[in-house]
């Protein structure tokens, strides 16, 4: 499930795979808007991992293809809860 409350559509939709630790569904949460510089998407499994990418001089489209690539290569190594 993606929440998005902003004024722009996604051209391709995001592909996230399930927490490699849990197997839950994560959840995408965007906050920030189109009319401040600060803008961060977090995921979360809901289960036992958070991840967080924001930035200051992109859009939500760069955050949203770096955050996706993040969170689909991890492995063990990179458990957040830990």
């Known amino acids: ?9 996604r051209q391709t939709e995001i592909h996230l795979d399930p927490c490699p630790f ?5 959840k995408m ?3 920030g808007n189109d ?3 600060d803008k961060v ?3 979360s499994c809901w289960g036992c991992c ?3 990418v924001g930035a200051l001089h992109h859009d939500f ?3 949203e293809d770096t955050i ?5 290569k991890r492995t063990d190594a990179e458990r957040t809860d830990q």
Do not use: A
């Open 41 to 43: 998407i977090e995921i």
């Open 68 to 72: 996706q690539k993040k969170w689909n």
């Open 29 to 31: 949460k965007y906050i």
């Open 35 to 37: 009319h401040i510089r």
């Open 61 to 63: 489209n760069w955050i």
């Open 22 to 26: 849990c197997g839950k569904k994560p």
């Open 1 to 9: 499930m993606i929440e998005k409350n902003l004024s722009w559509d």
């Open 50 to 52: 958070k991840m967080r």
